[in-house]
T-cell receptor
Framework: QQQVKQSPQSLIVQKGGISIINCAYE??????FPWYQQFPGKGPALLIA?????SEKKEGRFTISFNKSAKQFSLHIMDSQPGDSATYFC????????????FGTGTRLTIIP | ETGVTQSPTHLIKTRGQQVTLRCSSQ?????VSWYQQALGQGPQFIFQ???????GRGNFPPRFSGLQFPNYSSELNVNALELDDSALYLC????????????FGPGTRLTVL
């Protein structure tokens, strides 16, 4: 019940296009959903996070859409740029101090010119 | 860049040896969580330290142990290294009174031969 399933495993998008990565969770106690961006040889960097009191959160070109009834959330990257090429991880936890993050398996995103 | 630092950057050990990895948390953060990230996988929670006490543990054997010091820095110790311990070890710091936002360091790449 602790799993977070992420898809696709890899994604190739043309520069200027929209990149969409999807995640689904099972544990209904989860109420904090961050997305992390990781470049090769680096640690994950917090990109954007959402809590279930809203269905969408936007920060610049990055948007999280959240569907509580379906237990799904997704990351949309608008106007994708070559610098966005990285591995993206969704994660989930209870929004309570000291809670461990449960990560998805990651999506390797490649933006081509 | 987060204020979380880790040392060493890379480490090569042989099977059966012991290793100690170090982490300094971001200023103002009193909680450190350790994660293991195998190649091509999402990070897996090892354990968390809060106020110098272990506060939650993932599915890792007792040969994985840790410490947290009064300045909130932390160590991860692994005894009797196995080949499967080869991974990127990440620490993340947080301040639970604020939220569960966790900020990762760059990681230590451990190779066990």
């Amino acid at each position: 019940q602790q799993q977070v399933k992420q898809s696709p495993q890899s994604l190739i998008v043309q520069k200027g296009g929209i990149s969409i990565i999807n995640c689904a969770y099972e544990n209904t106690a989860f109420d904090y959903f961050p997305w992390y961006q990781q470049f090769p040889g680096k640690g994950p960097a917090l990109l954007i996070a959402i809590r279930p009191d809203v269905s969408e959160k936007k920060e610049g070109r990055f948007t999280i859409s959240f569907n509580k009834s379906a237990k799904q959330f997704s990351l949309h990257i608008m106007d994708s740029q070559p610098g966005d090429s990285a591995t993206y991880f969704c994660a989930a936890s209870r929004d309570f101090g000291n809670e461990k993050l449960t990560f998805g398996t990651g999506t390797r995103l490649t933006i081509i010119p | 860049e987060t204020g979380v630092t880790q040392s060493p950057t890379h480490l090569i050990k042989t099977r059966g040896q012991q290793v100690t990895l170090r982490c300094s948390s971001q200023s103002g953060h009193n909680t450190v969580s350790w994660y293991q990230q195998a190649l091509g996988q999402g990070p897996q929670f090892i354990f968390q330290y809060y106020r110098e006490e272990e506060n939650g543990r993932g599915n890792f054997p007792p040969r994985f142990s840790g410490l947290q010091f009064p300045n909130y820095s932390s160590e991860l110790n692994v005894n009797a290294l196995e080949l499967d311990d080869s991974a990127l070890y990440l620490c993340a710091s947080s301040r639970p009174l604020d939220s569960n936002e966790q900020f990762f360091g760059p990681g230590t790449r451990l190779t066990v031969l």
